[in-house]
């Protein structure tokens, strides 16, 4: 399975290096970043060609933001292609995709268990330590 990381600047290729400090270097993990200076056109070439290349492989498409530039330059693309798609990427949840495809899930079961696991990614940790400090009483 192919996974593709699309964002505003340089967030997606930041993304996909963390990841492989955390979990190792990652075959079939590309990003692409629409830069300031750069026409949509020009990302949508990039992803185009990936899905254009993939053949029978599975793609999942992660997208930075809900209605942004790179979620619509994707939804316009899924007119065309065939392949999964999940907004709101962070890094939590991409190791877990990252991890969950290493274990042999399919792009369908992957975005299933993300959905599952997105609420979790974000804390307040202020309200977190103020439990454990009532926890510890």
């Not at 997606?12 to 692409?32: H, N, R």
């Not at 693309?77 to 065939?82: A, D, G, P, V």
Request: some cysteine; glycine content about 6%; hydrophobic content about 45%.
């Amino acid at each position: 399975m192919k996974i593709v990381v699309v964002s505003h600047g340089p967030f997606a290729d930041g993304l996909v290096s963390s990841v492989q400090m955390l979990v190792g270097a990652q075959q079939e993990l590309l990003s692409f970043g629409l830069a300031p200076e750069e026409d949509r056109s020009t990302l949508q070439d990039k992803v185009r060609q990936v899905l254009e290349h993939a053949g029978d492989e599975e793609v999942l498409v992660l997208s930075d933001l809900f209605h942004g530039t790179p979620f619509n330059v994707c939804v316009e693309l899924m007119e065309h292609f065939s392949f999964r798609h999940i907004t709101g990427i962070n890094l939590p949840l991409l190791v877990s995709i990252i991890m969950n495809r290493n274990a042999g899930m399919s792009a369908e079961e992957i975005c299933v268990q993300v959905l599952k696991e997105a609420a979790a990614t974000v804390k307040d940790v202020n309200l977190l330590l103020t439990e454990n400090e009532g926890d510890e009483e």
